[in-house]
């Protein structure tokens, strides 16, 4: 069976519903410090600039609302994903962070990395702090995943067993180190380490997909994936397509909420057109974002 998705935000407790879901798991989701969430509005508002085109804000409210609203569609844990751009920043980032977590009862508790000296120490704190998911961006660091710098805070990652979601994809615009290539030696060095490719890895789809096929422990997220605005610049081939029953237990919900140019119900319509299945979706949608979150396998829906 491949039931319609929701075609209005407040359809989707109503959909998750159809289909015995208890909520959604969503692993990509961005909290950030307020002046640092307005200069990344900002920078999207100058989007015809920086990648041809608009990519209006769809969700520019306070953080409280922001957060009534991912409760209101069943997101039953909440990221703070933040990433750092350059030396010296990421300290910050992970107290705000901790913080964040400290303050509001359903949030995951996130960190960041940024190569640098005692890169590994901070990252083997964080998970003393409790860190149960991490976040980098390769294009707006500028750096490459495997940077020596970083050799311990994989070591320290890999052991622990916590995802890193890595966008490491050239859309929606490429770097000196994005692509699977950087993200390959990566996992040559560190075969275990339990990755989440943002994005699919758009827009070199196939060549990520080799990678969560070769490691066992390496996933990708469904952010922007499938959706109107990102098939303007980088839809899926056909032949990727087919591929994705396949790897059914390794793709896990992302929206890039709030900074996303449409509505939320909009990706979960996106994913339900590919006509892949319920069963299909119910392990996007839950069982897998769940599984690398901690969340249970079973809890009664939310009450909205």
């Known amino acids: 069976m491949n039931s319609p998705g929701p075609a209005s935000d407040a359809d989707i407790p109503a959909y998750l519903r159809?289909?015995?879901l208890p909520g959604l798991a969503d692993i990509h989701v961005h909290f950030l410090p307020e002046p640092m969430m307005r200069k990344v509005w900002a920078y999207f508002d100058e989007a015809p600039?920086?990648?041809?085109?608009?990519?209006?804000?769809?969700?520019?409210?306070?953080?409280?609302?922001?957060?009534?609203?991912?409760?209101?569609?069943?997101?039953?844990?909440v990221p703070a994903l933040s990433y750092a751009h350059k030396p010296g920043m990421a300290g910050w980032l992970n107290d705000w962070s901790q913080d964040f977590a400290d303050r509001v009862p359903d949030a995951v508790r996130c960190a960041t990395f940024y190569p640098e000296p005692g890169a590994g120490d901070q990252v083997r704190q964080q998970i003393q702090r409790g860190a149960r998911l991490f976040k980098i961006h390769i294009s707006v660091g500028g750096f490459s995943p495997d940077d020596p710098q970083l050799d311990d805070a994989w070591h320290h990652l890999e052991v622990a067993g916590i995802p890193v979601v890595i966008h490491a994809g050239s859309a929606p615009s490429s770097g000196d180190y994005t692509?699977?290539?950087?993200?390959?030696r990566l996992l040559e060095r560190f075969p275990h380490l339990l990755l989440v490719i943002a994005h699919q890895g758009m827009p070199e789809y196939h060549a990520f997909a080799d990678l969560v096929e070769k490691y066992p422990r390496v996933h990708m997220d469904t952010t922007m994936v499938g959706t109107d605005f990102t098939n303007q610049f980088a839809p899926m081939p056909e032949s990727?397509?087919?591929?994705?029953?396949?790897?059914?237990?390794r793709i896990v919900l992302g929206s890039d909420f709030p900074n996303i140019p449409y509505r939320y119900s909009h990706q979960l319509e996106a994913l339900a057109r590919l006509g892949l299945g319920d069963e299909w979706m119910r392990s996007v949608l839950w069982d897998n974002g769940a599984r690398l979150l901690g969340l249970p396998a079973h809890e009664p829906?939310?009450?909205t």
């Not at 692509?179 to 390959?184: A, I, L, N, Q, T």
């Open 179 to 184: 692509g699977p290539e950087p993200v390959r």
């Open 18 to 20: 159809s289909l015995g």
């Open 301 to 303: 829906m939310l009450e």
């Open 240 to 249: 990727y397509l087919e591929r994705l029953p396949g790897l059914r237990e």
């Open 49 to 77: 600039e920086h990648y041809g085109r608009a990519w209006p804000i769809y969700y520019r409210t306070s953080e409280q609302a922001r957060l009534e609203t991912l409760r209101s569609f069943g997101v039953r844990a």
